[in-house]
């Protein structure tokens, strides 16, 4: 049984930092991209950022350029994403998720086949 489990997420300021870190099991790790999504309330579910299965590859929505850095620890199955400069337009449900076309280039959540449930970024402003 694959599972992701997101955690990390929590209150703070704007301008301010979080680390998500998504643990992965029941799958072969590192044969999948991985990728985080979020969700805000009234809005649609937007891809953030992907990585590639080497971790060589990544990709970000254009919003968060600069400021997310997405990883990944092939060894402990795990990705992160460290989130720097977070406004209250970053408030949402961060989601991980596997692909398991290896790529990292991907952004469309139908490509994505596994998903965690979520944890949720609330930034005050």
């Known amino acids: 049984q694959v599972q992701l489990v997101e955690s990390g997420g929590g209150l703070v300021q704007a301008g301010g930092s979080l680390r998500l870190s998504c643990a992965a099991s029941?799958?072969?790790?590192?044969?999948?991209?991985m990728g985080w999504f979020r969700h805000a309330p009234g809005k649609e579910r937007e891809f953030v950022a992907a990585?590639?299965?080497?971790?060589?590859?990544?990709y970000y929505a254009d919003f968060v350029k600069g400021r997310f850095t997405i990883s990944r620890d092939n060894a402990k199955s795990t990705v992160h994403l460290q989130m720097n400069s977070l406004n209250y337009e970053d408030t949402a449900v961060y989601f991980c998720?596997?692909?398991?076309?290896?790529?990292?280039?991907?952004?469309?959540?139908?490509?994505?086949?596994?998903w965690g449930r979520g944890t949720q970024v609330t930034v005050s402003s």
């Open positions: 998720a596997a692909d398991p076309s290896g790529l990292g280039s991907r952004r469309r959540s139908n490509e994505y086949v596994y």
């Open positions: 029941g799958l072969v790790f590192g044969s999948y991209a």
């Open positions: 990585i590639s299965w080497s971790g060589r590859s990544t």
